[in-house]
């Protein structure tokens, strides 16, 4: 079955810190992955997306991602976090299905704190 | 900016109600897909709908139906109002099946 797994509910970082948001898919096929940024009561920003080619993907706001077949993961990173980078972050797999749609199939979401 | 709009921002509706959505896409997308999120949950897929004809639909009941207009604007309808119906309601267009852009969503409350 197609699924997404983040297995961090929830993470505290210092500001100036780095981050690691981890990410783990399961699909059958070449994954489209993309991650996305929630802050409180908003709709969904994308940060960025890998659909092949270069495994370490550059997105937006100085995150970075990088997909790693071998281990079916799509690990977001970056090197200094600010406090505006708090917020709920959610990694989604792109599928086809029946009928030639797509869907985002979407793990359950990582809370960032970021401490002054 | 993502270009893409939801109206209205909020709304509170009661049991047995009916409510409609609204959503205009990013100029120059031909495809609309609608989440439900749940508080504290990913968005869940509803359906989607490509050049205007549902294009995919996940497990929700048929009381949730959708319509995609010539400018590829679409609305969501939701009839007979359950209380688990609660929850942001995420509206993405996309350009063809790929990227998809969201928008602000509508924060639907029933009572």
Redesign the interface.
């Given at each position: 079955a197609q699924s997404v797994t983040q297995p961090d509910i929830h993470i505290t970082v210092s500001e100036g810190a780095s981050l690691e948001l981890r990410c783990n898919y399961s699909y059958g096929a070449t994954p489209?992955l993309?991650w996305?940024v929630q802050s409180p009561?908003?709709?969904?920003?994308?940060l960025l997306?890998y659909?092949s080619g270069d495994t370490l993907v550059q997105g937006i706001k100085g995150f970075e991602a990088e997909f790693k077949r071998s281990q079916s993961s799509f690990n977001l990173r970056k090197p200094s976090v600010h406090w505006s980078d708090a917020a709920e972050y959610?990694c989604a797999v792109?599928t086809?299905?029946a009928?030639?749609?797509?869907?985002?199939?979407?793990?359950?979401?990582t809370s960032l704190a970021v401490n002054p | 900016e993502?270009g893409?709009t939801?109206s209205p921002t909020h709304l509170i509706k009661t049991r047995g109600q009916q409510v409609t959505l609204r959503c205009s896409s990013q100029s120059g997308h031909n495809t609309v897909?609608w989440?439900q999120q749940a508080l504290g949950?990913?968005?869940?897929?509803i359906f989607?709908y490509?050049r205007e004809e549902e294009?995919?639909r996940?497990n929700f009941p048929p009381r949730f139906s959708g319509l995609q207009f010539p400018n590829y604007s679409s609305e969501l309808n939701v009839n007979a109002l359950e209380l688990d119906d609660s929850a942001?309601y995420?509206c993405?267009s996309s350009f063809g099946?790929?990227?998809?852009?969201?928008?602000?969503?509508t924060?639907l409350t029933v009572l």
């Amino acid at each position: 079955a197609q699924s997404v797994t983040q297995p961090d509910i929830h993470i505290t970082v210092s500001e100036g810190a780095s981050l690691e948001l981890r990410c783990n898919y399961s699909y059958g096929a070449t994954p489209y992955l993309f991650w996305y940024v929630q802050s409180p009561g908003q709709g969904l920003q994308l940060l960025l997306k890998y659909f092949s080619g270069d495994t370490l993907v550059q997105g937006i706001k100085g995150f970075e991602a990088e997909f790693k077949r071998s281990q079916s993961s799509f690990n977001l990173r970056k090197p200094s976090v600010h406090w505006s980078d708090a917020a709920e972050y959610f990694c989604a797999v792109g599928t086809y299905n029946a009928g030639n749609n797509r869907k985002l199939i979407w793990g359950l979401g990582t809370s960032l704190a970021v401490n002054p | 900016e993502t270009g893409v709009t939801q109206s209205p921002t909020h709304l509170i509706k009661t049991r047995g109600q009916q409510v409609t959505l609204r959503c205009s896409s990013q100029s120059g997308h031909n495809t609309v897909s609608w989440y439900q999120q749940a508080l504290g949950q990913g968005p869940q897929f509803i359906f989607q709908y490509y050049r205007e004809e549902e294009n995919g639909r996940g497990n929700f009941p048929p009381r949730f139906s959708g319509l995609q207009f010539p400018n590829y604007s679409s609305e969501l309808n939701v009839n007979a109002l359950e209380l688990d119906d609660s929850a942001l309601y995420l509206c993405a267009s996309s350009f063809g099946l790929v990227t998809q852009y969201f928008g602000p969503g509508t924060r639907l409350t029933v009572l």
